[in-house]
C-alpha cells in the first residue's frame, strides 16, 4: 500500500491540467453495453476505478480496451449476470444494471456493498426499474428484475436526500429502449448526467432535458455505435482550486469548466480567493485577505458533497468560525478526527462542522479513509508545517489521476513511497 509523504508549506505555481471527469465516465462506460456495435469514448481518466469498470465489462462478454485515456468496446454478446466477486469493488458498478435491463429486459447484478461515507441505498433506482415494467426482487443478495418488455412511465426520482445521480443515470439507461415515452421528475442534474444522456443521444437515443430536473425520454428500437470525449472533472477541478488557494499559491487550471462550479467558485470568492475564467480554463489566487464561509451541501447546482471536505481543509486554516453542513451524506465526516491530529479546531454537530480557522497545522502521520477525505488530507499535508505522511493512498487512486504527480508539478514536495 502506498503512502505520500508531503512537506509543506509550498505555495503552488503553474498549470495544471485537469482530467475527464471519473463520475461520468463510470456511467458513459456502462452505457456501451446498450449497443452491439462499436463505441469510442476518449478523455477516460486512467484510474482504478475506470480500469475495474472496463473489466467488468469485459466479464460481461464486452471486448473492452482501455489505451491512453480511451476505452473502445463492443458488447456483441453479453451476460446479464454480474455477481459479487464481479462487483464487489465499487459501487458504481451498480450502473451496468440499467444497460443490461434495457438490453436484455433482465439483469441479475450484486447489490453494492457498504460505504463508509454512510448508507448509500438503491431504493430509488429499483423505483425506476419497476415503474419501466421490471419485476424486481432481492435475492442472496442480488437484485434482480425480469421484463417481458420495457414500457415508458412517469417516474418521480426524488428521495430523502433529493435526486440520484447515479439512479437517474441508471434509470435513464433502461428507459431509451423502452415503448413509448418515460418522464423522470426530480431527476438529478448534475453535468456528468447531462454527458451520459449527450452520449446516449450520440447512439441514438432521444432524451430531452438533461440538465433539468424533468427528463424525457422516447424510447427507440435500438441504439448504434458512438463516440465521445468525457467532460472535465469539476471535483478535480475544486480539489486543485483548494490546493492553489491553501497554499496562497496562483494554478491556472487547464480544460476546468467554470460553468460547472458555479456554487464552489462563489464560496471561494467569499472566502477571499481570486478566482477568475480565462478562456477555457481557470486561475485561481490565493493571495487576499481569508474570510470564513459557512456552506451546505446540495445536489447540483448546489455547493457538492464531493469538495465538502476539501473545502473544510481550507476552513481550518482561515481565520475566523465556519459551519459546514452535509445534506447529502450526513456522516461524511471522516476527515475531521484526521484533520484533527494535525492542529485542526472541528467540532461536529450532528449534519454539521463547525470549523473554528487555527493559524498552522503542523505535520503527522495520518490515515486516508475514502477518496474525497484523502484528498482533503493531502491539502492539509500541502499547507502543514513539516512533514506530512498521508497512509492508504489507493482510496485517491480511486479518484485523482496522478495527484502527486501534478501537485509536483506546481512545486509540491510531495513523494510517493511504496510500503
Ligand atoms: C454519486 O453517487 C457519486 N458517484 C458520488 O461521488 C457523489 O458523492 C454522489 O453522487 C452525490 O453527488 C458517482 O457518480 C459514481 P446519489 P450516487 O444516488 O449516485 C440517497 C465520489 O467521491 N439515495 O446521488 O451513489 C443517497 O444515500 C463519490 O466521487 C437514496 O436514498 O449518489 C444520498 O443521500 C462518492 N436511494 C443521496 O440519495 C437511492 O436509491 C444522493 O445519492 C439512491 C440514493
Redesign the pocket.
Given at each position: 500500500m502506498d503512502r505520500f509523504v508531503i512537506n509543506g508549506g509550498v505555495a503552488l505555481k503553474g498549470e495544471v491540467a485537469i482530467s475527464g471527469s471519473?463520475?461520468a465516465a463510470?456511467?458513459l462506460i456502462a452505457a456501451t453495453l446498450l449497443t452491439a456495435e462499436r463505441c469510442v469514448i476518449h478523455g477516460v481518466p486512467n484510474l482504478s476505478d475506470t480500469r475495474y469498470m472496463a473489466a467488468i465489462l469485459q466479464e460481461l462478454g464486452a471486448e473492452a480496451k482501455f489505451e491512453d485515456g480511451t476505452v473502445t468496446v463492443e458488447a456483441k454478446r453479453i451476460k446479464t449476470v454480474a455477481d459479487y466477486d464481479v462487483v464487489r469493488k465499487m459501487?458504481?458498478s451498480f450502473?451496468v444494471f440499467g444497460p443490461l435491463l434495457g438490453r436484455h429486459c433482465k439483469a441479475k447484478v450484486s447489490v453494492p456493498g457498504g460505504c463508509v461515507?454512510?448508507?448509500?441505498?438503491?431504493?430509488?433506482?429499483?423505483?425506476g426499474f419497476r415503474a419501466l415494467g421490471a419485476e424486481v426482487d432481492i435475492q442472496k443478495g442480488l437484485v434482480i428484475a425480469n421484463a417481458k418488455e420495457l414500457v415508458g412511465n412517469t417516474i418521480f426520482l426524488g428521495?430523502?436526500?433529493?435526486?440520484?445521480?447515479?439512479?437517474t443515470?441508471n434509470v435513464m439507461m433502461a428507459a431509451v429502449l423502452a415503448k413509448g415515452t418515460t418522464v423522470i421528475e426530480c431527476a438529478?442534474c448534475?453535468p456528468?448526467v447531462v454527458d451520459v444522456a449527450e452520449f446516449l443521444n450520440k447512439m441514438g437515443a432521444q432524451i430531452h432535458g438533461a440538465g433539468s430536473p424533468t427528463l424525457t425520454i422516447h424510447g427507440v428500437e435500438q441504439l448504434h455505435g458512438a463516440e465521445h470525449t468525457v467532460i472535465a472533472d469539476r471535483?478535480e477541478a475544486a480539489t486543485f482550486m483548494t490546493a492553489a488557494a491553501i497554499t496562497n499559491g496562483d494554478v491556472r487550471l487547464k480544460g476546468a469548466r467554470a460553468e460547472h462550479l458555479g456554487a464552489v467558485i462563489d464560496k471561494f470568492r467569499e472566502s477571499g480567493i481570486r478566482v477568475e475564467r480565462s478562456g477555457p480554463d481557470m486561475v485561481v489566487k490565493g493571495d487576499g485577505v481569508r474570510k470564513p464561509a459557512d456552506v451546505v451541501t446540495m445536489?447540483?447546482p448546489g455547493f457538492?458533497?464531493?469538495v465538502q471536505a476539501q473545502f473544510m481543509t481550507l476552513m481550518a486554516v482561515t481565520p475566523g468560525i465556519s459551519v459546514i453542513t452535509e445534506k447529502?451524506?450526513p456522516e461524511r465526516f471522516m476527515h475531521v478526527a484526521e484533520l484533527g491530529r494535525l492542529g485542526a479546531d472541528i467540532s461536529l454537530e450532528g449534519a454539521s462542522a463547525i470549523v473554528k480557522g487555527v493559524a498552522r497545522l503542523s505535520g503527522a502521520p495520518i490515515m486516508a479513509s475514502?477518496?474525497?477525505a484523502s484528498a482533503a488530507l493531502v491539502l492539509a499535508g500541502l499547507v502543514a508545517q513539516g512533514k506530512t505522511k498521508v497512509n492508504r493512498v489507493y482510496h485517491i487512486d480511486r479518484?485523482y489521476e496522478k495527484i502527486d504527480d501534478k501537485l509536483r508539478a506546481l512545486g509540491a514536495r510531495i513523494e510517493r513511497q511504496k510500503q
Open positions: 471519473k463520475n463510470l456511467p459501487r458504481a450502473c461515507i454512510g448508507p448509500r441505498p438503491i431504493d430509488m433506482h429499483i423505483k428521495g430523502r436526500f433529493g435526486s440520484t445521480v447515479t439512479g443515470a438529478a448534475e456528468e471535483i445536489p447540483y457538492p458533497t464531493d447529502i451524506y475514502d477518496l474525497r479518484g
